[in-house]
């Protein structure tokens, strides 16, 4: 059974800047995400009115788009909206068991 490929790319000289960057843009995404995932359970974990609520889970990153930030508008959406799945996956994976 054939479960996937494997790849190798050669990027040239020019494309090579842009893949990094692109990479850069989407590992803060996703740390951006899990920070923002441990405020809620620490938040929920300290006050007693929130036990039991669900913690909002979403795939949404324009938020972390800021005038700091604003490299972030030069990356395509998919890339960045990558970075946000990845982050969830695992997140609800973990605790829903």
């Not at 494309?15 to 990094?20: K, N, R, W």
Request: hydrophobic share 35%; glycine share 6%.
């Amino acid at each position: 059974m054939l479960n996937g490929y494997k790849f190798r790319l050669y990027p040239s000289p020019e494309q090579e800047p842009i893949l990094l960057q692109w990479i850069g843009c989407q590992r803060l995404i996703y740390n951006a995400k899990v920070q923002e995932d441990r405020y809620f359970r620490r938040f929920q974990r300290r006050m007693v009115g929130t036990v039991g609520e669900d913690i909002p889970v979403d795939q949404q990153y324009s938020r972390f788009i800021t005038a700091k930030t604003a490299f972030l508008r030069q990356v395509p959406s998919p890339v960045l909206r990558n970075g946000a799945v990845r982050c969830d996956k695992p997140i609800n994976g973990f605790f829903r068991n």
